[in-house]
């Protein structure tokens, strides 16, 4: 692509850094910012310099959140001894919509990927089986997508949980396999989560 400014190109080039963003798609979305008033890319600007400033983890779940410990975790009325393993925070948001699960979640930040270099190391794995040795945690729920990773990450962590005491399910497949969490439907996703099933007995059904 020739560009005429400088400004513009650098402008073109950060856009087109972000997933899913080609040059063509990056220019579209930088020339109609230049369309806007002013204030509109400024509140912009700002919103993500904040965001990416001031973010915390939750302590307890790794959830984002705006505060040490996040809404979900220091809420009372929560089950925390039933701790649900997702991947990040559409997960935990996708869950919740569904208004069918009362219990705590643990965010891991992403799944085992050879093929990405992310390994266990990468992931709030530790946090979580610390958790469980604590005696914290009565059953972990395992709510990642059903692919290659997702099914590496989940047999990784049942590894490091035997003989802990922590009964391990996972959420009934009615979801097909690959399919993400955040594009199930509510009342499939909910169902799902309700009709767990043992960790042990999916292994077999494989
Ligand atoms: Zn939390």
């Known amino acids: 692509m020739d560009f005429s400014s400088k400004l513009l190109e650098n402008a073109v080039y950060e856009m087109s850094q972000l997933p899913g963003i080609g040059k063509r798609t990056a220019l579209r979305l930088v020339l109609h910012l230049l369309k806007q008033p002013k204030g509109r890319t400024d509140k912009l600007a700002l919103a993500l310099q904040d965001l990416r400033n001031t973010v915390k983890f939750c302590n307890n779940c790794h959830n984002i959140s705006d505060t040490e410990l996040c809404e979900i975790c220091i809420n009372p009325k929560r089950d925390a001894t039933l701790v649900c393993v997702v991947e990040d925070i559409r997960d935990v948001m996708a869950i919740e919509n569904t208004g069918q699960y009362r219990g705590l979640y643990h965010v891991l930040g992403g799944k085992i990927s050879p093929m990405e270099g992310v390994g266990p190391q990468d992931l709030t794995i ?3 089986v610390h958790k469980a040795k604590n005696g914290e945690v009565k059953e972990l ?9 997702g099914d590496t990450t989940n047999f990784y962590i049942y590894k490091q949980l035997e003989g802990l005491g922590v009964s391990t399910t996972t959420i009934a497949r009615g979801i097909a396999v690959g399919d993400e ?3 199930a439907d509510e009342v499939t996703l ?3 989560i309700l009709n767990r099933i043992p960790f042990e007995a999916s292994l077999k059904a494989n």
């Open 190 to 192: 909910g169902r799902s």
């Open 141 to 149: 729920i395992f709510a990642l997508s059903s692919t290659m990773e």
């Open 181 to 183: 969490l955040e594009y």
């Open 126 to 128: 530790t946090s979580l």
